[in-house]
C-alpha cells in the first residue's frame, strides 16, 4: 500500500494548469535562490582575502582589533586633532 504523499495527486483542468504555472515560477525561484547563495559565497571569500592583503599590506591588526576592541597604532593617526 502506498502513502498518500507519494502517490500524485490528479488535479482536473484549471487547477492542473495553475499548479503548473507555479511550479514554472518556483522552479525559477530555487535557480535564482542558488545564484545568490553562490554569489554570497564569493563575496564572503573576496572580503576575506581583501582583510588579508589590508592586513600584510599594512601591518596593522584589524582582525585582532575586531575581538579585543583595542588597537595598537604604530604612528599617529592622520586625521587625529
Known sequence: MA?????????????AD??????????NLVELH????YGLIVLIAVHICAVVITEVRERGNIISAMFTSKKLL???P????
Do not use: C, H
Open 3 to 15: 502513502t498518500p504523499a507519494l502517490t500524485a495527486i490528479k488535479v482536473p483542468g484549471a487547477q
Open 18 to 27: 495553475a499548479m503548473k504555472a507555479m511550479r514554472a515560477v518556483r522552479s
Open 34 to 37: 542558488e545564484y545568490v547563495f
Open 78 to 81: 592622520t586625521d587625529a586633532d
Open 74 to 76: 604604530t604612528r599617529e
